[in-house]
T-cell receptor, first 112, second 115 residues
C-alpha cells in the first residue's frame, strides 16, 4: 500500500525561487493536510482541504499556496522562498476529520 | 485555543524496562481525541495509539498503553519491555471532535533506549 506519497524528499532552494511539493494519496481520503516541522518543534498546520475544490488556511499559511483539483492530489506551492521556510514538510490525509490521520515520509527543504 | 505540553524534552530507558512519557493539554471541549505519534530518524510520523475522550478505558496497543486522566487533562504513554527500535521522537496530539478542527501537537519527547 502506497498511502501518502510526497516528492521530492530533499530540495535546496535559493532565496526568491519557487517550487511545488507534490503530495498524493491512494486511500480515497477526503481530508488532506500540509504541516511543517521546524527543528526540535512539533508540527504546525499550513493548509488543509476537506475535499476536491476546497482549501482552508491553517496556523501558518503565509508564503504558501495550495490547490485541490482531485481527491488524490494536494500540492503545496512556495512562492519567493525565504530562509524562514527551511523546514521539514509533511503531507497527511484522513477519511474525515474524526478519523486517524496518516502522514507521508516528509520533504526536507533548505532555503539558502 | 488548545495547547499540548510535553514537559520532558528527553527521556532514557534501559532495554526491556518500562518508560512513561508525559503529556498534558488544555481545552474547554468535552469531546475530543488524543494521539501519540512516533517519529523515528526517518522523520515519518507513525500513529502509536489513540484515545477517545468519551471512553473511560485506557487504550492499549501491544507494548504501548496510555493513562488517560480526563479531569487532570493528562495523557501519558507507557512503553513496556522497551526495545532498541522504540528510540524516536514521540509527539502527543489533540483534536476536538468538532467539524473542521485539526490536530494540535506537543513539542515532542526524544526517547533513547540503552542496550
Amino acid at each position: 500500500n502506497a498511502g501518502v506519497t510526497q516528492t521530492p524528499k530533499f530540495r535546496i532552494l535559493k532565496i526568491g525561487q519557487s517550487m511545488t511539493l507534490q503530495c498524493t494519496q491512494d486511500m480515497n481520503h477526503n481530508y488532506m493536510y500540509w504541516y511543517r516541522q521546524d527543528p526540535g518543534m512539533g508540527l504546525k498546520l499550513i493548509y488543509y482541504s476537506v475535499g476536491a475544490g476546497i482549501t482552508d488556511k491553517g496556523e501558518v499559511p503565509n508564503g504558501y499556496n495550495v490547490s485541490r483539483s482531485t481527491t488524490e492530489d494536494f500540492p503545496l506551492r512556495l512562492e519567493l522562498a525565504a530562509p524562514s521556510q527551511t523546514s521539514v514538510y509533511f503531507c497527511a490525509s484522513s477519511y474525515s476529520d474524526r478519523n486517524t490521520i496518516y502522514f507521508g515520509e516528509g520533504s526536507w527543504l533548505t532555503v539558502v | 485555543a488548545q495547547t499540548v505540553t510535553q514537559s520532558q524534552p528527553e527521556m532514557s530507558v534501559q532495554e526491556a524496562e518500562t518508560v512513561t512519557l508525559s503529556c498534558t493539554y488544555d481545552t474547554s471541549e468535552s469531546d475530543y481525541y488524543l494521539f501519540w505519534y512516533k517519529q523515528p530518524p526517518s522523520r515519518q510520523m507513525i500513529l502509536v495509539i489513540r484515545q477517545e475522550a468519551y471512553k473511560q478505558q485506557n487504550a492499549t496497543e501491544n507494548r504501548f498503553s496510555v493513562n488517560f486522566q480526563k479531569a487532570a487533562k493528562s495523557f501519558s504513554l507507557k512503553i513496556s519491555d522497551s526495545q532498541l527500535g522504540d528510540a524516536a521522537m514521540y509527539f502527543c496530539a489533540y483534536r476536538p471532535n468538532n467539524a473542521g478542527n485539526m490536530l494540535t501537537f506537543g513539542g515532542g519527547t526524544r526517547l533513547m533506549v540503552k542496550p
